[in-house]
């Protein structure tokens, strides 16, 4: 019994999430808005941000384009939020094994961006393939 009921839970929870990569690729701000408040109102905050989370990853794998359309419109959900903090690490990450060194090459703010010069910007994206690159240029600020 207990298996049973876990598979359903499992069916329904991969159900939902197909469910909301396909209303994310519809890329209606509007329709996304309700379903997130839908799911929140009927599974909980914690629920609706596990499955949120589901299909960001679902959609970074299969329509990177709509997870960034999803990370830039929706910014202040945890996924998107959780979804900046994990490319700024890769960031930083991609930048030192690069030999490039934090403090002096580039450095962080409190925003969460990565303040860098024009030429390890450069060095960066010829490193990067698009759909990374689309990610990483959002993170990265020019200082002057």
Known sequence: MYNQDLEQEFKDFDTAVNLLVDVLKLQDKDLVKICEEA???????????????????????????????????????????DLKEHVCMFVVQKLIKKGFILGKDFSTDI??????????????????????????????QIAE
């Open 39 to 81: 799911l929140s109102n009927l599974l909980g905050s914690e629920e609706a941000t596990h499955m949120l989370n589901a299909a960001m990853f679902q959609l970074a794998e299969t329509a990177p384009d709509t997870c960034y359309w999803t990370w830039h419109n929706f910014p202040e959900l945890q996924v998107c939020l």
């Open 111 to 140: 925003h969460g961006e990565i303040l860098v010069s024009r030429e390890t910007r450069v060095s960066i994206m010829l490193d990067s393939v698009p759909s990374e690159w689309k990610f990483i240029k959002s993170v990265l």
